[in-house]
């Protein structure tokens, strides 16, 4: 049984995966045992049920114990495995960089997250590992046992104090792109032009977070799928808590954009 901290799940009252910890975080005891307590189960495989979690100001989903995953095609669910350690990430990360194969993982993450609305077209052939799960570390023990992990990936619709800080994780999610230019002064007093990218939720075009927008990647203001490998941050200013998007380095491939129609 995996020890993973879902921020989505399979609500059984509209038989959808669209549900997520920011639906149910807010609400009164009451609430939330008349309308889902009992009725969220894992979002992949549909097995074990998960129960709300608030612990240390954070909020999460877990499984309930002694509750197995289901197989899926005869494949096991991505959740039955543990949480990949900061430590294992990092290493996993840094091996991708040197092999220059960052941007194919992500094409890959896409493919699995958005397997309902993504083209086939979209994926090029270089994320083709359809004997590999993208979501999955895996690593041969000296035994020779092949060990995995889950890469921790959280949706916008999470994003915040409910997230692993100063920890590299995946971020995905549909989201409204605004560009936001910005004029500043730098060390030397020179004025200098920054552009922000500022991720919006779709419906609301309320600000979820923003980031510097990589001088290599051609955007517009617009509809996108979103899978990026970076940081959550938090910051405070004057009283104020926010959480910043921090993309990995080299971060022209640790970002992937796919425009899309509402």
Not at 41 to 53: A, D, H, I, M, N
Not at 199 to 222: H, V, Y
Not at 233 to 252: A, C, D, L, Q, V
Request: positive net charge.
């Amino acid at each position: 049984m995996g020890d993973y901290k879902f921020d989505s799940f399979y609500y059984t009252n509209d038989k959808s995966c669209e549900h997520y910890l920011s639906e149910i975080e807010g609400l009164s005891d009451e609430d939330y045992i008349r309308l889902y307590k009992g009725k969220m189960f894992c979002p992949e495989c549909k097995g074990p049920q998960l129960s709300l979690v608030k612990k240390e100001g954070v909020v999460f989903l877990r499984t309930y114990p002694n509750q197995p995953h289901f197989l899926i095609e005869g494949k096991n669910c991505t959740y039955e495995c543990d949480t990949a350690s900061k430590k294992v990430v990092e290493e996993y990360v840094k091996e991708l960089r040197k092999k220059k194969k960052i941007k194919s993982l992500l094409e890959a993450m896409m493919r699995k997250l958005f397997k309902q609305d993504i083209e086939p077209s979209v994926v090029t052939k270089t994320s083709e590992r359809k004997h590999c799960n993208p979501l999955l570390i895996e690593r041969v023990q000296s035994d020779g046992v092949v060990k995995k992990n889950i890469i921790p990936h959280y949706s916008f619709k999470s994003w915040g104090k409910n997230i692993s800080q100063e920890q590299l994780l995946i971020v995905y999610g549909r989201v409204y792109i605004e560009l936001k230019e910005i004029q500043k002064r730098d060390k030397n007093g020179e004025e200098i032009k920054q552009v922000y990218i500022h991720f919006k939720d779709i419906r609301t075009k309320k600000m979820i977070t923003s980031c510097l927008k990589p001088q290599n990647i051609a955007i517009d203001n617009g509809y996108y799928y979103a899978v990026i490998l970076g940081e959550c941050r938090k910051n405070e200013y004057k009283g104020y808590t926010y959480y910043n998007m921090w993309i990995n380095f080299p971060i022209n491939e640790c970002i992937l954009l796919e425009p899309y129609q509402l």
